[in-house]
């Protein structure tokens, strides 16, 4: 393990780099990234105390001096100086309520996806004891979405607007096509099962992170969340014969 191994937040200090909020660097040996927010980070490679970044950035160099318990860098691209930065090694504490706040932005988005996912459904469907679970459940969801943004407001974090959480967002990705199509209960009420398991699994990992970094209000809010998530799945459980014949009458066929 090297001295720079570790989680570093970067502060700007002068020169045409740009303001730096969230910036992070994450080193362990001889690899690295920059990273800014939800991004993907720019990766690049340590060699002593010197940064050089991967292509298509390569022409990108950090040089590092120790400063104040930290490092003080210099950006440089094709060896000219353009910019000064400071890094600050984040403890753990820090770095947990930093996983804390990414968890919770993805639950948010996630939510904000699922209710477009919902109101694509609600639209498709024409059983009345269906359609009145989907728009109770979507009340559940917007509700979901403002205790996860309230938990954002806690943290002094706002959404980021990421545009992926996982796996959920493929299935949710292919709802207007099957929109188009026939059989549109019985490919709802998979999507729908698969989603709320998915949600399910998010909230779950959420608890535990929350619980970690001592946020006990978090962690309630994933732990009734996630009862209501089960108990949608296992309404839908419930009706497969219904949402099979749906199915099957949809496309014309009886049995």
Same mark, same amino acid.
């Given at each position: 393990?090297?001295?720079?191994d570790g989680?570093w ?6 020169g045409?780099?740009p ?8 080193? &362990? ?9 939800r991004?993907p ?11 050089h970044?991967?292509?298509p950035?390569?022409v990108l160099v ?10 003080f860098g210099?950006?440089t691209?094709?060896g000219k100086?353009?910019g000064?930065?400071r890094?600050r090694?984040l ?10 706040i990414? &968890?919770i932005?993805?639950a948010?988005a996630?939510?904000?996806n699922?209710l477009?996912?919902?109101d ?7 059983d009345a004891e269906?359609?009145?679970a989907?728009e109770? &459940?979507?009340?559940?969801t917007e509700r ?5 943004k309230?938990?954002?407001d806690a943290?002094?974090a ?5 545009k992926?959480v ?9 709802m ?6 026939g059989e549109k209960?019985g490919?709802?009420?998979r999507?729908?099962f698969a989603t709320?398991?998915m ?8 608890r535990?992170i929350a619980?970690k970094a001592g946020?006990e209000?978090t962690a ?8 209501e998530?089960k108990a949608m799945?296992d309404l ?7 949402f099979?014949e749906?199915?099957?009458?949809e496309?014309g066929?009886?049995?």
């Amino acid at each position: 393990m090297s001295n720079l191994d570790g989680v570093w937040r970067v502060e700007r200090v002068g020169g045409a780099l740009p303001p730096l909020p969230g910036c992070v660097k994450r080193i &362990h040996g001889t690899r690295g990234t920059t990273e800014f927010g939800r991004a993907p980070g720019i990766a690049f490679e340590v060699r002593g105390l010197e940064l050089h970044y991967r292509p298509p950035f390569n022409v990108l160099v950090d040089q590092l001096e120790p400063a104040d318990g930290g490092y003080f860098g210099r950006a440089t691209i094709g060896g000219k100086e353009y910019g000064q930065f400071r890094m600050r090694r984040l403890n753990n504490m820090s770095q947990l309520n930093e996983q804390l706040i990414k &968890h919770i932005d993805e639950a948010y988005a996630m939510e904000q996806n699922v209710l477009r996912m919902l109101d694509g459904m609600i639209s498709t469907t024409d059983d009345a004891e269906i359609l009145d679970a989907l728009e109770h &459940h979507k009340v559940q969801t917007e509700r979901h979405s403002d205790r996860m943004k309230a938990r954002l407001d806690a943290h002094d974090a706002t959404p980021s607007g990421v545009k992926q959480v996982g796996g959920i967002l493929q299935a949710l990705a292919k709802m207007p096509l099957d929109m188009v199509r026939g059989e549109k209960a019985g490919r709802n009420a998979r999507d729908g099962f698969a989603t709320e398991h998915m949600e399910i699994a998010s909230y779950e990992l959420l608890r535990r992170i929350a619980e970690k970094a001592g946020d006990e209000e978090t962690a309630a809010a994933a732990k009734e969340i996630i009862a209501e998530e089960k108990a949608m799945a296992d309404l839908i459980a419930q009706n497969w014969d219904k949402f099979a014949e749906l199915s099957l009458r949809e496309e014309g066929v009886t049995v």
